[in-house]
């Protein structure tokens, strides 16, 4: 890491203001302080593979969360939406807060989607994306009349107002993702926590889902926590990028990306979105950077 680039990050975003929710006007954040997990190993002993992080998150933005597989990124990701391995004390030590209260379970503003969708295969689209309104906590939060008004007018949002009847069988990956990314948004979360969510789409509809992604937090922000390991894909959608390093995982750079999105593919080339490219994959690839101050503000 450029340690110098990175304690200007860090001072910078610790003196940044708390944000508020456009939609909400509430406050929203995200803290982990002293973050470690470990986990029993077969035969005994246990492999530490969370060491020591802090982070705060604190505004409505794109959070890219980088790092070799392994490192422990899904296992972060879990703890900020209160999913614990079972029978595993999570996390080890240290502690999640979520608007300064400390969270150890599900947490109603922290919603999670992950990369194989968990699609119902038995339900039309529609009811997919419904489904959480089948709880009695949701059905309790929400009236009737505005889940079913939010169901249909998140359906729109996504693109699949055209397949509401349809089974997930009937679709592409593209489109499943989408159910599971309105199934999500129906609940208005003010956290949105993504695991390699487009990982498993071509290119293309990555592409797609992405330019989807921007339009959707543009037009309705929140803070959105986003693992991938698609160097692109993190200058593409982040607000600001965080990269862990090879386990035991630490925070091996945080920095902003200022440009705003949509991004071109004219900004991707530009030498600002090299260097950062180059800082990202010399912290993936566990390189010495030996490359002076970047120039990349936050
Ligand atoms: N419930 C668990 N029990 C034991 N080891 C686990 C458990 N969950 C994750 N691990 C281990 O923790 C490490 C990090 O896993 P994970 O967070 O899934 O990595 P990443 O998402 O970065 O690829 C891996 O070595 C994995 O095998
Ligand atoms: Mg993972």
């Not at 975003?13 to 929710?21: H, L, S």
């Not at 803290?31 to 705060?56: A, K, M, T």
């Not at 990269?243 to 071109?264: H, N, Y």
Request: net charge neutral; glycine share 8%; proline share 6%.
């Amino acid at each position: 890491m450029n340690s110098e680039a990175s304690q200007i990050d860090r001072a910078d975003a610790g003196a940044a203001p708390v944000v508020t929710d456009v939609v909400s006007r509430k406050p929203v954040s995200i803290e982990l302080r002293d973050i470690v997990q470990e986990f029993p190993v077969h035969g005994g002993g246990s492999l530490r593979v969370i060491d020591g992080i802090s982070l705060s998150l604190d505004r409505p933005e794109i959070v890219m969360l980088l790092g070799p597989s392994g490192c422990g990124k899904s296992t972060l990701l879990h703890m900020m939406g209160g999913v614990r391995p079972i029978g595993i004390r999570s996390p080890t030590s240290g502690q999640v807060s979520i608007d300064g209260v400390a969270c150890d379970g599900a947490h109603d503003d922290a919603v999670m989607v992950f990369q194989r969708y968990a699609n119902r295969p038995d339900l039309s689209v529609r009811d997919n994306v419904a489904f959480p309104f089948r709880l009695r906590h949701w059905r309790d939060k929400v009236p009737r009349a505005e889940a079913e008004q939010r169901v249909d007018a998140m359906l729109e949002a996504v693109g699949l107002g055209g397949h509401r009847r349809h089974r997930p069988a009937q679709l592409s990956g593209g489109q499943n993702q989408r159910v599971a990314l309105a199934r999500a948004l129906v609940l208005q979360p003010r956290i949105l926590l993504m695991d390699e969510p487009f990982g498993a789409l071509d290119a293309q509809t990555r592409g797609d889902m992405q330019t989807l992604l921007h339009t959707l937090h543009r037009n309705n922000p929140c803070l959105i926590v986003f693992v991938t390991h698609d160097v692109t894909e993190a200058l593409m959608l982040g607000d600001r990028v965080v990269v862990l390093s090879t386990q035991p995982a630490r925070i091996a750079d945080d920095f902003r990306i200022v440009e705003p999105r949509p991004r071109s593919s004219a900004w991707q080339r530009s030498s600002e979105a090299v260097a950062m490219e180059e800082r990202i994959l010399d912290q993936l690839h566990n390189r010495s950077a030996g490359r002076g101050t970047l120039s990349v503000t936050i």
